[in-house]
């Protein structure tokens, strides 16, 4: 194996352990929600993530040139988007439906890299679009055709992982990617605690329960992915980051079903098989036709 495929493997593996991480932490913030606010809960989060990102690579954020600065705190602040969007909702849906609707990042990549270069991705994308879709209506309307607040939420926060993850392939080249990392990490504590500040009391008491899952989120959650994310897309593409990040939708809902007792009914199971098949479809077709 030459040195650019070794690469691009460790990548994949690294943004692979994100997917895991995150889908995990999907479901340590819905039991932790119960006893703090959302807003407050990402402002703490991100106070104690960009500690803990500037402890090892500060030297190195501070001596990135300052276009570079402004455009990590910007690229953090569409990421935080995300995370504020997708706490609010996990007060109306289940983890397992909040990671598996995120997870059709892995369709929308692609999507906007034909929009930006005009070349048209494939067949195998379209269909894998079509699948998607259909699994994501099937989570998110009711038997009235109405749909749940949580899950609409679910749907905005995807969007923001797809705008990240394309925002990160642009800067991440030619840019120190652990400083970058900081950089984001300081945007969106910024943004994160404008919004708590703005719209919700400060906590009077915290749970040493929901400390836990504070720390938790920060470190392994938050600042530990951002750093593994941004430097994996420095040797992989935004494509294979979308397509392994979308199996943290699997590992949500098992956790989810596990660990809080989420239901797996026949809805769920069928909606979520939908997803996966869009996923498998963009990610295995092309491997497939090249053999």
Partial sequence: ?????????????????????????????????????????????????????????????????????????????????????????????????????????VVFVPLTVWIISRKFPGWHVAAGVFLCTAGMAGLMLDSSFSVNIGDALCFAAMLFVTAHIMLVQKYVNGADPCGLACWQA?????????????????????????????????????????VLQTVAQKYTNATHTAILLSTSGIFGSLLGVIFLGEPMTLKIFTASALILAGVLTVEALPALMKK
Avoid at 187 to 200: D, H, K, Q
């Fill in 1 to 105: 194996m030459d040195k650019k495929r070794r690469n691009m493997f460790l990548g994949d593996l690294a943004v692979l352990v994100v997917a895991f991480i995150w889908g995990a932490t999907n479901v340590i913030m819905r039991d932790a929600l119960t006893g703090i606010t959302p807003f407050w809960f990402c402002a703490l989060r991100f106070s104690i993530g960009l500690a803990a990102v500037a402890l090892f690579f500060g030297r190195r954020a501070l001596a990135m040139p300052r276009k570079a600065k402004i455009s990590g705190a910007a690229v953090g602040m569409v990421f935080i988007c995300a995370y504020l969007v997708g706490a609010v909702a996990l007060l109306y849906t289940t983890a397992g439906n909040q990671s598996f609707i995120i997870s059709m990042s």
């Fill in 186 to 226: 300081l945007g969106g504590l910024v943004l994160a605690a404008a919004f708590a500040f703005a719209f919700e009391p400060f906590p009077a008491e915290i749970s040493a329960k929901t400390w836990l899952a504070v720390i938790y989120s920060a470190t392994i959650g938050f600042a530990l992915t951002l």
